[in-house]
């Protein structure tokens, strides 16, 4: 068997979003969602299984991690499982953003580990294999292992419940220019935030209307209408926060900084650029552009106090295995 691999996977921004599971253990979602892979958000993976090894050892960013190496750890054995071993394994993960701030590094962390992890302990899987082991460690993780944009089908079963790829990456060149407003990890994870979702007195609302929003906006990004697939982004995200601000106990992810910019956002497409917005569960705000459009949204958010960072995104390629190893 091979006995170590390395992969890279992106995160990914969803414009019809998940938000409640069905099983917590498989992590079948309430809802299918569609998203893009994103280029400069981007996790490096390194799986070893060792014969030498006596325990599992997890480094995310330098740092031993056992929170999130618990979580690692269970999605290694389901990796041995299938593999039939019994190796001990050493993961030493880097990502190039911030960590756990609700920029989906649990999204490109866990199918970065799941392709590393299955091609280290000699298993070559479908896409839709990968897809469906992915989404067990992190739901959106499945969305991270096929290329460009991406429907997550909304399946009752583990089997059926995986994502497949709309389009390649150079089918429309939109941006996605995240502005970091805080590197401040959230309070409220995503994983204990989705037990929350049915807590809302919206949230069957919600579920009604996801079959045609995931209609409409497959057909936007179809025909690369920008206006309606941006109106449609920013309704959806703004109506997942109000998912979120009506749970209980209550998720507030937005700060004052994020709220400027969603103004701003608006503001600037009344003055003639066309910008939209969208959100993850987290504070950084999405910022969507056509490419014409990107140099100056670029300049008007570099004018901002409230923004610590930008990162500009294209359209992205899914997980990759790489010759270059972490260690």
Known sequence: MRNKAT???????AFIKYWGVKDEILRLPKNGSISMNLSNLLTTTTVEFNPDFYQDTVTIDTVIDIVSGNRVIKHLDRIRSLAKIKYKAKVVTVNNFPTSTGLSSSASGFAALTLAGARAAGLDL?????????RQGSGSACRSIPDGFVEWLDGDTSETSYAVSLHP???WDIVDIVAVVSKTKKEISSTDGHKLATTSPFFEK???LNKEKMILMKQ???DKNFSAFGELAESEAL??????????PSLIYL???SLRLLHLAKKWRQEGLEVYFTLNTGQDVHILCQKKDEKEVVQKLLKLKEVQNIITNYPSDGAKLSNKHVF
């Not at 992969?7 to 921004?13: F, G, K, R, T, V």
């Not at 479908?126 to 992915?134: F, G, R, T, V």
């Not at 109506?239 to 209980?248: F, G, P, Q, V, W």
């Open 7 to 13: 992969a890279i996977a992106p995160s990914n921004i």
């Open 126 to 134: 479908s896409e839709k294999e990968l897809s469906i082991l992915a």
């Open 169 to 171: 990456k150079s089918y």
């Open 206 to 208: 919600r579920l009604e």
């Open 220 to 222: 936007y990004i179809k």
């Open 239 to 248: 109506e997942l926060h109000a998912i979120y601000l009506t749970s209980h």
């Open 255 to 257: 700060l004052p900084a």
